[in-house]
């Protein structure tokens, strides 16, 4: 899957990390804090889960979102996993087309929700 992102636009992001008592949790933040992805390494688990992703509406088909997902994806990959999962509203169809553009495929639904994963190449 070829990247959308620029450098630059990666360079943009902060990394905040929190232990929890069930694994840890990545929060990128876009310079100005205008884009918040939060992503998630559960201890029981071997994937990545991205838990959130929200662009204010001022800066939204910048790119902003598409480098917060491949930064987060860049490091699930680092952690040594080779899968990253998510799960969207069924009611936000235009969400999990623009996640399918990305590469992410519907492996389980129920009736509120696509759970979406995505495999990485290592």
Known sequence: MEKHTTYGQM????????????GESIHLIYEGGYGHCTLEFKDDTTWGFISGLVVHSS?????IATALIEKAEKLTEDEGFD????????????????YQRLGY?????DEELY?????LES
């Not at 360079?11 to 069930?22: G, L």
């Open 105 to 109: 495929e519907v492996y389980d639904e």
């Open 83 to 98: 899968l990253v999962a998510l799960s969207v509203e069924k009611e936000r169809k235009w969400q999990k087309e623009w």
């Open 11 to 22: 360079k943009k992001i902060i990394e905040i990390r929190n232990r929890w008592y069930w």
């Open 59 to 63: 800066k939204q088909n910048q790119g």
């Open 115 to 119: 759970y979406m994963r995505k495999e």
